[in-house]
């Protein structure tokens, strides 16, 4: 079963599919309430978690986002990263080819989870 939010302004767009391991989120992230607006997705990850797919992908293509909702993208990759031993999971970090910054976010955070492939892939 898939988990969908249309993106706004402050939100992004979320896809997430069960069933093929694929979690998505593309778009500028600074809600409000970012702890509010993360809660469904890792309630959604929890939940495939328990019995997730052999391998599993997240594909970030974040534009911008905010202090708060850096930390909670850093708790989503977390939340992989500690069930690994449960399934292979591969994240896609898109980004702007023009954005350096975005870029360097990116390899900041696969610093914190060197056992976790990143595969950075430039966007025209």
């Known amino acids: 079963m898939a988990f969908e939010i249309e993106k ?3 939100t992004p767009e979320i896809f997430f599919d069960a069933d093929k391991g694929f979690f998505k989120i593309h778009g500028a992230i600074f809600p409000e309430n970012s702890a509010k607006f993360f809660a469904p997705l890792f309630n959604y990850a929890q939940e495939y978690l328990s019995n997730p797919k052999p391998e599993s992908t ?3 293509f974040i534009y911008y986002f905010n202090t708060s ?3 909670q993208i850093y708790e ?3 939340l992989f990263d500690s069930n690994k031993n449960k399934t292979k999971v591969t994240v896609n970090w898109l980004f702007d080819e023009d954005d350096e910054d975005m870029e360097e976010t990116g ?3 696969n610093t914190f989870f060197t056992e976790l492939p990143f595969n950075f892939q430039p966007q025209e």
């Open 69 to 71: 909702s850096s930390k």
């Open 76 to 78: 989503f990759i977390k």
């Open 107 to 109: 390899e900041e955070y």
């Open 58 to 60: 997240l594909e970030l």
């Open 8 to 10: 706004t302004q402050k």
